[in-house]
């Protein structure tokens, strides 16, 4: 069982910068593979983000290709989303998610995740 708590949403201007925060619980944190979602009003929750377990391979939307960058420290169970240069059309809930151990092709899709955060308000404002 993994829990998994984000942090670091707000409100921030557009072109501005906020590092988002998923702390994980238990002691495997390592062997997850992470993603970030987000979820805008009235939309579909949607993929932004993920690092694979290895550490060696992520993928990103195309939407947040080279704004948005992905890390984890697993001495600290935490995966990190930093985003900069937002715009307004980033304004969403955004979500962390876990995979257990996954190897082959990055997980994409809401249902090849175990593991779901509460998510955190981020705001961009034009």
């Known amino acids: 069982q993994v829990q998994l708590v984000e942090s670091g949403g707000g409100l921030v201007q557009a072109g501005g910068s906020l590092r988002l925060s998923c702390a994980a619980s238990?002691?495997?944190?390592?062997?997850?593979?992470m993603g970030w979602f987000r979820q805008a009003p009235g939309k579909e929750r949607e993929f932004v983000a993920v690092?694979?377990?290895?550490?060696?391979?992520?993928y990103y939307a195309d939407s947040v290709k080279g704004r948005f960058t992905i890390s984890r420290d697993n001495a600290k169970n935490t995966v990190y989303l930093q985003m900069n240069s937002l715009k307004p059309e980033d304004t969403a809930v955004y979500y962390c998610?876990?995979?257990?151990?996954?190897?082959?092709?990055?997980?994409?899709?809401?249902?090849?995740?175990?593991?779901w955060g509460q998510g955190t308000q981020v705001t961009v404002s034009s």
């Open positions: 998610a876990a995979d257990w151990g996954r190897l082959g092709v990055l997980p994409l899709v809401l249902n090849e995740y175990d593991y």
């Open positions: 238990g002691r495997t944190f390592s062997r997850y593979t």
């Open positions: 690092l694979r377990w290895t550490g060696d391979s992520t």
